[in-house]
């Protein structure tokens, strides 16, 4: 083993996930599968870094921003669906566009396909219910 395996042309593509995070957007009857990516672990950290003010981290804002990033289908950066929700940018959009459960469920596939564990929380709410 040498480190030609870490080449960049060796390197495994990361994978989009399709997946359906609301059953109210359908087409012909069937619900709509949203695309989700992996981001940068330095696309990662500008969100992050973004995110952070006076040492603590904006957390609802950094979930808003990762999703953003996250979500290629729909494309969230289209004007006319801003405008049918009467909001300005992606994050703001998603929160217009999903309900509470929706919404949560979409950041945890967004951290899942991001390569995110399961916070010590999100794992004691699950417990809960």
Partial sequence: MGLELFLRENCQKAEK?????????????????????????????????????????????????????????????????????GVMGGAALLKAMLNGGEYVFLVRQVEEVNGFGQSERTLADEAKN
Avoid: H, M
């Avoid at 995070?21 to 940068?40: A, C, D, K, M």
């Avoid at 950290?45 to 979500?71: F, H, K, Q």
């Avoid at 729909?74 to 405008?83: C, R, Y």
């Fill in 17 to 85: 996930r399709r997946v359906v995070i609301s059953e109210r957007f359908q087409e012909n009857g069937v619900p709509v599968e949203w695309v989700l990516r992996p981001i940068t672990a330095a696309k990662e950290e500008e969100i992050r870094r973004s995110c952070t003010e006076n040492g603590g981290l904006d957390v609802y804002r950094y979930c808003g921003r990762l999703c953003e990033e996250s979500v290629l289908y729909p494309d969230l950066k289209n004007a006319s669906l801003q405008d049918s929700y």
